[in-house]
Nanobody
Framework: QVQLQESGPGLVKPSQTLSLTCTVS??????????WTWIRQSPGKGLEWMGDIGPSGIADYNPSLKSRNSIRRDTSKNHLTLHLMSVSPEDTALYHC?????????????WGRGTQVTVSS
């Protein structure tokens, strides 16, 4: 059974870097048929695709984030990380990781429950 679990600090101060981890079980994150995605959800903006990382380890990013984010993977731990730099209160959101079939990259078939992040001084 595929499971994803996000973790990270609940509170981050403005201008700091937010770092989150998504631990995946039930499948290797290097499996050829899937990408691994970070999505966030906030009351004002709805769902926002932040980026994903594919079987080759190459990541794609939402250009609206202006290169503030980076997605990496640790294959030895079977987890993904998201780093978001220079955060502001607008980055307050529920952050999810999700699995994306390679043949349908706008569909997310497994989701983590999400981790709430608040940006505040």
């Amino acid at each position: 059974q595929v499971q994803l679990q996000e973790s990270g600090p609940g509170l981050v101060k403005p201008s700091q870097t937010l770092s989150l981890t998504c631990t995946v079980s039930g499948i290797s994150i290097t499996a050829n048929d899937y990408y691994w995605t970070w999505i966030r959800q906030s009351p004002g903006k709805g769902l926002e695709w932040m980026g994903d990382i594919g079987p080759s380890g190459i990541a794609d990013y939402n250009p609206s984030l202006k290169s503030r984010n980076s997605i990496r993977r640790d294959t030895s731990k079977n987890h993904l990380t998201l780093h978001l730099m220079s955060v502001s209160p607008e980055d307050t959101a529920l952050y999810h990781c999700a699995r994306t079939p390679a043949w349908w990259r706008t569909w997310f078939d497994y989701w983590g429950r999400g981790t709430q992040v608040t940006v505040s001084s």
